[in-house]
């Protein structure tokens, strides 16, 4: 009886041993992607006082009917000042085959509004990483809508220089230093959403 009894105990050992222990989850290893530095800003850098004055001479150009001279107005304030929106419903008022491109941009900086500038720049990034011919609603990416999406992540991702400091001088992490990671992690997730979606 003793030996069954051991044998028994050495069974039940011998399948406790061979029973893998549940695994379990550490998140001591995991590793954020690096960040991927914005493009450097164009030769010559932005300027918001010429752009807004090229916006002038292409709404005088446009009223008095000079529709070509208009638009090469309107597309010099817009690689000025790409955030201008101005100079993107001028450029949609004077070029009629410009109109869905010009609208695209409008839009997606009507939307960014307010929004962060890191955020921002993120949604811009997403859109110059997209392969020519991605379909966005109505609106196809060519190559001037990535190129001009790198632009644009390139004005938003320059230190302390997007819009909200051409307007008062600080960017929107200046002046909200106590902003929790949770609320800019739902921005950035809100932003690389919308700013993809086609104009309407």
């Not at 009894?5 to 954020?32: E, I, N, Q, Y």
């Not at 992607?33 to 292409?58: I, S, Y």
């Not at 309107?74 to 000025?80: G, N, T």
């Not at 990416?141 to 302390?160: E, K, N, T």
Request: net charge negative; with cysteine.
């Amino acid at each position: 009886m003793k030996l069954a009894l051991v044998a028994a105990l050495a069974l039940l050992t011998a399948a406790c041993a061979d029973t893998p222990a549940p695994k379990t989850v550490s998140h001591r290893g995991h590793v954020s992607p690096q960040a991927v530095p914005a493009p450097p800003p164009p030769p010559g850098g932005f300027d918001l006082a010429k752009a807004t004055a090229l916006v002038d001479e292409a709404r005088g150009h446009r009223q008095a009917g000079r529709l070509a001279e208009a638009r090469q107005a309107a597309e010099r304030a817009i690689d000025l000042w790409p955030a201008e929106t101005a100079a993107w419903n001028e450029l949609a008022a004077a070029c009629d085959s410009c109109a869905p491109y010009a609208a695209f941009f409008a839009a997606k900086l009507e939307f960014s509004q307010g929004l962060p500038d890191r955020a921002v720049a993120l949604g811009f990034q997403n859109i110059a990483e997209e392969e020519v011919g991605t379909q966005a609603g109505n609106f196809t990416y060519d190559q001037a809508a990535i190129d001009m999406a790198r632009r644009l992540w390139a004005f938003y991702g320059r230190a302390g220089s997007a819009e909200t400091v051409a307007s008062h001088g600080k960017t929107w992490g200046e002046e909200h230093p106590f902003t929790s990671m949770t609320v800019i992690g739902g921005t950035v997730a809100g932003i690389l959403t919308g700013i993809k979606s086609a104009a309407k």
